[in-house]
Each structure stands twice: as structure tokens, then as C-alpha cells.
């Protein structure tokens, strides 16, 4: 069966970078999407980037404002999300997603129905 499975969230100081890490198994990892969603206390989550099947393709929502840095290892099957100048606002609960299908041009997020499976989330704390 799918499963997504991340590591790499802590406590970083503001300014800080981490590189979160998304070890996926059960599907054909190189035929389908995969994102980064975040979810910060008390509000609700938020599309933070997509990239297509091969990892050639990579979309960010608007807030990254190219702090954030999307990669895909198709051969170990692993998803990354770079993140530096990290702010408080970053706080928050990252989960790795795997869409339904594999994209070409920009991606434009629809909906959650966007994504069909998972992870159980790595949380990011963003303190001094």
C-alpha cells in the first residue's frame, strides 16, 4: 500500500534552514506528482509545492518567495523540501502528499481532492 513517511522537522531559529525528507513506497513514485502541504496552529493547511513525476517540474506557492526549494530522487524514491530564512510564520506541521496523476506546465492548486495520500506529518518550529 502507499505509504509516506517524513523526517527532518525540529526547532530552528528565525533566519535558520531545514531539509525535511519524505520516503515514499508502494506506488511508481516516478509516474505521479508530489507536494509539500503545512499546517500552522490553529488554521488551516496550505499548498507550499508540487513537483512533476521526473522532479523537473517544480511549482511554489506565492509565500515561498524562493526560501523553499522542492527536489525529487526518483531512485531512492524520496521527496525533500529545502526550506532557509525560515520565519515564525513557517511554523508548522509539514506533510508530504502524492497526487492522483503527473502533471505538465504550472501547477495550479485546486483543492485538497488535489492530493490522494498522506504522510503523518513533520512538525517545524520556527522560535528563538
Known amino acids: 500500500q502507499v505509504q509516506l513517511v517524513e523526517s527532518g522537522g525540529g526547532l530552528v531559529q528565525p533566519g535558520g534552514s531545514l531539509r525535511l525528507s519524505c520516503a515514499a513506497s508502494?506506488?511508481?513514485?516516478?509516474?505521479?506528482?508530489m507536494g509539500w502541504v503545512r499546517q500552522a496552529p490553529g488554521k488551516g493547511r496550505e499548498w507550499v509545492s508540487v513537483?512533476?513525476?521526473?522532479?523537473?517540474?517544480?511549482n511554489y506557492a506565492d509565500f515561498v518567495k524562493g526560501r523553499f526549494t522542492i527536489s525529487k530522487d526518483v531512485a531512492k524514491k524520496s521527496l525533500y523540501l529545502e526550506m532557509s530564512s525560515l520565519q515564525s510564520d513557517d511554523t508548522a506541521v509539514y506533510y508530504c502528499?502524492?497526487?492522483?496523476?503527473?502533471?505538465?506546465?504550472?501547477?495550479?492548486?485546486?483543492?485538497?481532492?488535489?492530493?490522494?495520500?498522506w504522510g503523518q506529518g513533520t512538525p517545524v518550529t520556527v522560535s528563538s
Open positions: 508502494g506506488f511508481a513514485f516516478a509516474s505521479y506528482a
Open positions: 502528499a502524492k497526487r492522483p496523476v503527473d502533471y505538465v506546465g504550472t501547477y495550479h492548486f485546486a483543492g485538497w481532492s488535489d492530493f490522494d495520500y
Open positions: 513537483t512533476n513525476g521526473d522532479g523537473r517540474i517544480r
